[in-house]
Structures are given as structure tokens and as C-alpha cells.
């Protein structure tokens, strides 16, 4: 159990894909000006990771060993279709989140960190549970990565802060320092 809980941490804060390894910085930027909104996109990127995760997993132990040469493609066309399912369920479920989350949303799509993911856990060669340890957590960090950005700008736009230094100046000033004490978490890895 405690293999999984590491496993969870590591991917989680140590090696976050968004702090540490700079993946998915398109939405980390894009969207983290609301908390509500960064936090349903980071939902939607924890469902879309573990099943990215699941489904990689299922690829490279039953079909990949006998055609490798099909990896990226398989991985974009499974990552695809989740983000395409997870629109048409948001889109139906909660129309005014589907306006607000506007191109994000299909960038998921895109999003190198949820590739990355697939990538790094058939590098990693996880079995199936430590796979989903391993995504729970890489998603756990993403959102945690997206509401610490969303809270820290909406305190932004509160703030007195000069006119030179609004909007994406601070925005990337507060990436480096969030980045920054992330990187400080590197020491447990060791």
C-alpha cells in the first residue's frame, strides 16, 4: 500500500507534470483565472488522466508488444475520443461550465501532459494498479497546479498591483514562484 501512496505523492507534488515538468501549461495559463472554472477543468483532466491511464495500460500489455510502431497513435486517438466524450457530457450537463471552459476544453485533447502520462507510465513499466496510482496522482497535481494558480490570480485582481505588471506578467511571475516551491518537494524523491 505504501508502494501506491508513494507512487500518488511522487507524481502528485515531486515530479508535478505542470510545476516541475512545465506539461499542460496551455490550460495552467489559459484557464486559472477563475477557481470555479480552473476547478471543473481540473476535474475534467483527473477523468480524461485515469482514463488516458487505464487505457494505455490496456495497450501496451495486450496489443503494443505486437505492433510498437502504433503507440503515439493509439494513445492520441484514445486521448481524443475521452476529451470528445468528456465535452459532449459537460456540454450536456452543465452548458454555462461548457461556454466558460470555451477552447480549453478541446485542448485537453492536446494537452502534453496527458500524453506525457501515457508516455512516462509505459517508460515506468507500471502494472495496472500502480498505473492508476501513478495518473490519480499526475491529475491530483494538474488540478492542485490549476486551483493554486485561479486563487492566487483572483487575489491578484483584488490587489493593488501596477499597471505594468497586470494580467500576464503576474500570471507568469506566480507560475515561476508556484514552480519554484514545487521544485522544493524534489528532495523527497531521493
Not at 97 to 102: H, K, Y
Amino acid at each position: 500500500m505504501s508502494d501506491y501512496l508513494w507512487i500518488f505523492v511522487t507524481a502528485m507534488l515531486v515530479n508535478n507534470f505542470t510545476l516541475a515538468y512545465f506539461l499542460g501549461l496551455c490550460p495552467f495559463i489559459g484557464v486559472s483565472s477563475r477557481l470555479d472554472t480552473a476547478f471543473r477543468l481540473g476535474l475534467a483532466n483527473i477523468f480524461v488522466m485515469v482514463i488516458t491511464s487505464t487505457c494505455a495500460w490496456l495497450l501496451n500489455t495486450y496489443i503494443l508488444p505486437y505492433a510498437p510502431y502504433l503507440r503515439v497513435i493509439c494513445f492520441i486517438i484514445v486521448i481524443a475520443s475521452t476529451v470528445q466524450f468528456v465535452a459532449l457530457v459537460i456540454k450536456k450537463l452543465s452548458p454555462a461550465l461548457f461556454r466558460a471552459l470555451g477552447i480549453f476544453l478541446p485542448l485537453i485533447t492536446t494537452n502534453c501532459a496527458i500524453f506525457g502520462l501515457a508516455l512516462f507510465q509505459t517508460n515506468k513499466g507500471y502494472g495496472f494498479t500502480q498505473a492508476l496510482a501513478y495518473a490519480l496522482g499526475a491529475a491530483a497535481g494538474f488540478a492542485l497546479a490549476l486551483v493554486l494558480m485561479a486563487g492566487v490570480r483572483e487575489k491578484l485582481d483584488l490587489a493593488d498591483v501596477p499597471d505594468i505588471f497586470k494580467g500576464t506578467a503576474a500570471a507568469l511571475v506566480v507560475a515561476g514562484i508556484l514552480s519554484m516551491g514545487f521544485m522544493g518537494f524534489a528532495g523527497l524523491g531521493r
